[in-house]
């Protein structure tokens, strides 16, 4: 399986973004994608999550700025995206996106980087 994320770059504080991470390969029975993110010197901490359900789970420190979603036209449910408003300079990170099996998710994408300026 391969993810690949893009929708990165620069932005100001209070600004937005819109990630995607698009899996690839042999994605049959893959049903748990999300984001995590690294901030320099900081561990890699979760971000978002969807189920493929449709269930979403959000860490407290983005909750009611950041959505994730699924490309509704996607059958596959291969696609998923990451909206970020009203960001903030902690936002600031490597943003990668996982994907796997309920909490089992071994496959990791490249990392996109997301920078807010004050």
């Known amino acids: 399986v391969q993810l690949v994320e893009s929708g990165g770059g620069l932005v100001q504080a209070g600004g937005s973004l819109r990630l995607s991470c698009a899996a690839s390969?042999?994605?049959?029975?893959?049903?748990?994608m999300g984001w995590y993110r690294q901030a320099p010197g900081k561990q890699r901490e979760f971000v978002a999550i969807?189920?493929?359900?449709?269930?979403?789970?959000?860490?407290d420190s983005i909750k009611g700025r950041f959505t994730i979603s699924r490309d509704s036209r996607d059958n596959t449910k291969s696609t998923i995206y990451l909206q970020m408003n009203s960001l903030k300079p902690e936002d600031t990170a490597v943003y990668y996106c996982?994907?796997?099996?309920?909490?089992?998710?071994?496959?990791w994408g490249q990392g996109t980087q997301v920078t807010v300026s004050s």
């Open positions: 390969g042999s994605t049959f029975g893959i049903n748990a």
């Open positions: 969807i189920m493929g359900n449709g269930t979403t789970n959000y860490a």
């Open positions: 996982n994907a796997g099996y309920g909490l089992a998710r071994p496959y």
